[in-house]
């Protein structure tokens, strides 16, 4: 089984910055794709980013596009999401997914983390 963990929420005010972090743990001898996806209260669950296994590869929502940057280091099976000049509109339950393809699509993801609450006051 895969275990998938965030951690780095938080309350902060629009501009300023937060990093949250995914550890996956359980089979990693397997090479996942890694994603985050967002909820904001009251509406559906959208992607935001993805990460290739190798870390070449990343794909952004538009809306984040130029704000976050997704990492990974394997080496402890750790994604990573830095998120900058944040806004209100990012505020939201963030999750994040591991699954076999780079795909933008939650369904793709098998495995999903708890999420981690992200609010940007104005």
């Known amino acids: 089984q895969v275990q998938v963990v965030e951690s780095g929420g938080g309350l902060v005010q629009a501009g300023a910055s937060l990093r949250l972090s995914c550890v996956v743990s359980g089979r990693t001898d397997v090479g996942y794709a890694m994603a985050w996806f967002r909820q904001p209260l009251g509406k559906e669950r959208e992607f935001v980013s993805v990460?290739?296994?190798?870390?070449?590869?990343?794909s952004y929502a538009d809306s984040v596009k130029g704000r976050f940057t997704i990492s990974r280091d394997n080496s402890k099976n750790t994604v990573y999401l830095q998120m900058n000049s944040l806004k209100p509109e990012d505020t939201a339950i963030y999750y994040c997914?591991?699954?076999?393809?780079?795909?933008?699509?939650?369904?793709?993801?098998?495995?999903w983390g708890q999420g981690t609450q992200v609010t940007v006051s104005s």
């Open positions: 997914a591991a699954g076999a393809m780079p795909v933008e699509t939650e369904q793709d993801y098998p495995y």
């Open positions: 990460i290739t296994y190798g870390g070449l590869s990343t």
